[in-house]
């Protein structure tokens, strides 16, 4: 249908509506893209080590150099990029099912339990989240498991909060009131009603706290909480943080080296950011309206106005 | 003859730049005399509240405004700059919005704020001003002024609030009063308390009022003399008294129509207006309302009508009542 | 069609009560209408008729079946009679659905009205046109349409189920004086046209006087005054009636003496004894000190079609 098109055309048009969407869109698409493409293709240049040639500087073959064991770090950050993703990801995916959750049954539940449980939510998200990682790691065992579980319960009440606050402003509007009139099931009212308003600050949400807690990671992993390395390495052990750790460490001898994984951890941040805003943009019918043009009613394609 | 105490000509407001400029006030001109009540009326987008908060020096932030003269008990407000107008306004000028919350500050006592405008203005001391402002709430009939001076805004309820916002309006009293809706918020019984505290107010101190509403009848009972905005633009004028009877603008006579009446007989359909109030941003050749009227002819569409003199007032119509095609 | 009866109700979670002892019948096709300041209880009213706050006391009947206690069967006879209309179209409709979705979601509640996709999209079809909405709307979203057109839509939705009882919450309130006069002509139509029954609750007492064929005057929670429109809007028996008419503006009518109430409506936390209007009635114990009665008795509705719950009631003969 050309309304469909249209519909999809305009949200696409939102998405990339703004030089901060577009930066946003390329870079994460070039991230997952390397993700997917970078272990095959460098995988075996990150690992080989080469003790003739440790510690250089920045050359054709090696444009960032070696580390200590001579393996190339620009292979190594390129490599990083798909563990360092899938563990943020696992991270967001255990903090929003359990700050959904959590939000939506206090929302159900309402009345006292509810303000206790916003309560609890708020002195659990004043509580830094490094420091909570840290002692959760210190209670599980050292290890990447680890750090994906702490980052992911310490973030867990910030999507606990969202999903509270949206849902209970949302809870109360007339619109949701129309709909139990009309005898809809519970179900359909939670899900379509509320959870179906609320989705676009989630989804945001999610974007903003996977490049949150990717930085997180890193910095737990640069801090050596990822574990001993182990005799022979895999490229399925390398992340940003890792790589970093190596690079600060050898600092001194080989500064240019710093560069690779403190770019990638930082543009991969504000690329999340960046896109997480657009696309709660474009998924926001009523803020396309004011992006698209100057008059604020939309108008069909094909349909005189 | 006493000089006007607001003149205004041409007033336009636009907002955005370029090709995104909308112009939502147009050819806008406005004379207040000294001690009259004059009511502007429209519906939503009819660009009553942008009038008056150009009026009161009082536009949102991205608002550009033009006017070729812009006077305010003799001084030329065009050749002041914004940061400088406060000695010609402060004091002078009063003006009570739709919400009288936004307005005043939370943190602060009511008694406190009444106070800041003699203590600017006529540097009284905190206890002088304090006791000017439990004489003016008493005036505005607040119950237990002398407690009700050190609450907060919060502690009062909404027609409390209007009223208090009046009573700081008149702490030194003003030669110009601009109410924006002062009642709309509000139960039809304070509202009758509070337009009745606005007419007093008018009677005793001289002040002029400027009042915005979208309620034609409330307008018609305290005011003098009546403008009638549509799309940005004034339509009509006429005096207050001649409203119910004698409007000759099309556009004037719908809406009359169209508002339910106490007296009126049940079974009688109400007038209706096809059509919304048009968005600002779109551009009507000729006169605004064609699309909506149902005595539009060929040359409404094409040119838009001046307000010229009628026999009740100014009227910018093709068609006017009163000379059926 | 639907009768009230000693419907009394407190705010959730306190013991305030904000609706004493309220009763009232609306004959089928009849329009009754609350008018009333902000917290005389005019809206909890509607609210506890539709089942969304519980009653304290009294009970709710619609076609003479109980639907107060809640239970399964009440609230399935309640929807199935009973939709409501609310203030704000803006928020009454569910921002992310189109008028089509919305619509047919309100008629799929009634699978023995309408039941495959065929008939659902006709039934979206006929809502429509009973509304006066463009068919090319269905897929638009609401910020898309005017205020006056969300209404209809509104409307539209609250007639999916087929309902007998539309309660109208002022339902004008947030429109254009020219838009509110298509929306009233529109409810009038329709209450022809379907055999409606309206419970119609409004401050403005010039739309409930164009739309109501009766009147019951509310004050913290009580009923003072109700009756035939007619009787009521003409011949007000109550200082409260009088006051609040004499407070609507008026095109053409000549500014005249009338009752201008000052002061605050009496806290319903802190009820005083009597009569709840006494300390703001201008005709009450604080005019007049020799009417004691008003501070030692409460009033009680007396009378056979227009009934007045005042001891120096006006106008009757």
Redesign the interface.
């Known amino acids: 249908m050309s309304?469909a098109f249209g519909r999809r055309k305009r949200w696409l048009a939102t998405l990339l509506g703004t030089p901060t969407g577009v930066a946003g869109v390329v870079l994460l698409s070039a991230l997952v893209i390397l993700a997917i493409i970078g272990p095959p293709i460098w995988g075996d240049a990150a690992v080989k080590s080469d003790f003739l040639r440790t510690l250089r500087p920045p050359s054709p073959a090696h444009p960032l150099g070696t580390n200590g064991s001579g393996q190339d770090n620009l292979a190594r950050v390129l490599v990083g990029t798909r563990l360092s993703l899938l563990m943020a990801a696992g991270a967001v995916a255990i903090s929003a099912s359990i700050g959904l959750l959590s939000g939506a049954l206090l929302v159900t539940v309402g009345g006292r339990t509810q303000r206790i449980g916003a309560t609890v939510i708020d002195t659990w998200l004043g509580f830094p989240s490094i420091l909570l990682s840290v002692l959760i790691i210190a209670v599980l065992e050292k290890g990447r498991g680890a750090i994906v579980i702490a980052i992911g319960l310490s973030i867990a009440p910030f999507f606990a909060r969202i999903t509270l606050t949206s849902a209970a402003s949302v809870v109360g509007?007339?619109?949701v009131?129309?709909?139990?009139?009309?005898?809809?099931s519970r179900r359909r009212i939670a899900s379509?009603?509320v959870l179906?308003?609320i989705v676009d600050s989630l989804v945001v949400a999610v974007f903003s706290m996977f490049g949150q807690s990717l930085i997180a990671i890193s910095a737990l992993t640069y801090l050596g909480f990822g574990g001993a390395r182990s005799g022979i390495e895999s490229w399925t052990s390398i992340d940003w943080g890792s790589v970093l750790n190596d690079s600060v460490r050898n600092f001194r001898d080989q500064p240019a080296s710093v560069l690779g994984p403190a770019i990638a951890i930082a543009l991969a941040g504000v690329a999340f950011g960046w896109f997480g805003d657009a696309l709660g943009r474009s998924l926001n019918?009523?803020l396309t309206?004011r992006s698209i043009g100057?008059?604020?009613?939309?108008t069909?394609p094909g349909?005189t106005a | 003859m006493s000089e006007p105490v607001l003149e205004l000509s041409n007033l336009s407001v636009s907002f955005g730049r370029g090709d995104r400029r909308t112009t939502v006030v147009n050819d806008v001109s406005l004379c207040i005399e000294p001690g009259e009540i004059v009511g502007i009326v429209g519906e939503s987008g009819s660009g009553k509240t942008l009038t008056a908060m150009a009026a009161a020096d009082l536009l949102p932030t991205g608002a550009e405004m033009h006017a070729d003269r812009w006077m305010f008990e003799g001084h030329d407000l065009s050749r002041i700059t914004r940061g400088n107008r406060g000695p010609v306004l402060g004091g002078r000028l009063a003006v009570v919005f739709q919400d009288p919350m936004s307005s005043l500050n939370p943190a602060r006592t009511v008694g406190a704020q009444m106070s800041d405008v003699v203590r600017v203005h006529h540097g009284q001391s905190r206890q002088a001003a304090r006791a000017t402002a439990v004489d003016r709430l008493r005036e505005v009939r607040v119950t237990a002024p002398e407690r009700r001076v050190d609450e907060y805004p919060h502690e009062f309820s909404g027609g409390m609030r209007q009223r208090a916002m009046i009573a700081m309006g008149l702490m030194t009293p003003p030669a110009l009063l601009i109410a924006d809706e002062p009642t709309t918020a509000l139960d039809v019984t304070v509202q009758a308390d509070v337009m009745s505290l606005i007419a007093e107010l008018n009677r005793e101190h001289g002040t002029a009022v400027i009042l915005v509403s979208h309620n034609i009848a409330l307008i018609a009972e305290v005011a003098t003399r009546v403008l009638v905005m549509y799309a940005g633009r004034i339509v009509e004028e006429i005096d207050a008294g001649s409203l119910a009877t004698s409007s000759r603008h099309r556009y004037t006579r719908a809406l009359i129509g169209s508002v339910p009446r106490l007296d009126a007989a049940k079974d009688q359909p109400l007038v209706t207006i096809v059509g919304a109030p048009p968005d600002p941003s779109t551009i009507i050749g000729g006169c605004s309302f064609s699309p909506r009227c149902t005595h539009v002819s060929e040359e409404c569409r094409s040119s838009r009508p001046a307000l010229v003199e009628s026999d009740a007032g100014l009227v910018a119509c093709v068609h006017p009542a009163g000379d059926d095609l | 069609m639907l009768s009230v009866q000693g419907l009394s109700v407190s705010y959730p979670g306190s013991d305030v009560v904000v609706v004493q002892d309220v009763s009232f019948e609306i004959p089928a096709g009849g329009t009754l209408g609350l008018v009333g300041e902000s917290g005389s209880g005019k809206s909890t009213v509607a609210r506890a008729v539709v089942g969304m706050v519980r009653a304290l006391a009294g009970n709710v009947r619609v076609e003479g079946v109980d639907v107060t206690g809640g239970s399964a069967a009440a609230g399935r006879h309640l929807r199935a009679t009973t939709q409501m209309v609310f203030q704000d179209p803006a928020a009454s409709l569910h921002p992310r659905m189109t008028v089509g979705a919305a619509l047919v979601e309100a008629a799929s509640v009634r699978p023995d009205v309408a039941r495959g996709q065929g008939d659902l999209a006709m039934e979206v079809h006929r809502l429509m046109d009973l509304v006066g909405l463009p068919q090319t709307f269905v897929d638009r979203y609401p910020f898309e349409l005017s205020g006056g057109q969300r209404q209809r839509v509104a409307i539209a939705r609250a007639l999916a189920p087929r309902p007998q009882l539309l309660l109208l919450d002022e339902v004008t309130a947030a429109l254009d004086v020219s838009i509110q006069a298509t929306v009233l002509n529109l409810l009038k139509e329709l209450q022809v046209e379907l055999q409606l029954t309206y419970l119609a609750i409004s401050h403005d007492l010039a739309v409930m006087r164009y739309l109501c064929d009766s009147i019951a005057v509310m004050e913290l929670g009580t009923i003072k005054e109700i009756g035939l429109a007619d009787d009521v809007f003409v011949s007000p028996h109550h200082p409260y009636t009088v006051a609040l008419l004499d407070a609507v503006p008026q095109l053409g009518r000549p500014r005249r003496d009338r009752i201008v109430l000052s002061g605050e409506p009496a806290d319903p936390a802190d009820r005083p004894s009597g009569c709840s209007f006494r300390a703001r009635c201008p005709l009450g114990p604080e005019a007049d000190p020799e009417r004691q009665r008003c501070v030692t008795t409460t009033p009680v509705l007396v009378g056979d079609a227009h009934r007045v719950a005042c001891h120096f009631p006006l106008n009757s003969d």
């Open positions: 309304r509007l007339d619109y009131a129309a709909g139990r009139l009309l005898g809809l379509r009603y179906g308003t019918p009523r309206v100057g008059t604020p009613r939309l069909t349909e």
